[in-house]
């Protein structure tokens, strides 16, 4: 089992930046792909950034060149540094783990808001 705990939503201005972390505890050694996905209200999950264990980093067109995901193994914390933000953005973010049967592990999610 993995337990994955999100924190650093909030509400910031268009043009702002907000740093996501996503904690993972549990069966960590068993964490193939972990990363960041966001649900707006009417709309369906979507991926944002993933980092795999060999360290490939895959980004959604929407975060290239605005999000960097990156990864502190020491901590088993997976990052989101979202600049630019814009009204778009607000979501719910999750933190998605696959371990290396690619079952899926969630996290509560946490509140991005970005105001015009």
């Known amino acids: 089992q993995v337990q994955l705990v999100e924190s650093g939503g909030g509400l910031v201005q268009a043009g702002g930046s907000l740093r996501l972390s996503c904690t993972a505890s549990?069966?960590?050694?068993?964490?193939?792909?972990i990363g960041w996905y966001r649900q707006a209200p009417g709309k369906q999950r979507e991926l944002v950034a993933t980092?795999?264990?060999?360290?490939?980093?895959n980004y959604d067109d929407s975060a290239k060149g605005r999000f960097t995901i990156s990864r502190d193994n020491a901590k088993n914390t997976v990052y989101l540094q979202m600049n630019s933000l814009k009204p778009e953005d607000t979501a719910v973010y999750y933190c998605?783990?696959?371990?290396?049967?690619?079952?899926?592990?969630w996290g509560q999610g946490t509140q991005v808001t970005v105001s015009s």
């Open positions: 980092i795999e264990r060999g360290g490939r980093i």
């Open positions: 998605k783990a696959l371990n290396n049967f690619r079952y899926p592990y």
């Open positions: 549990g069966s960590t050694f068993s964490i193939n792909t």
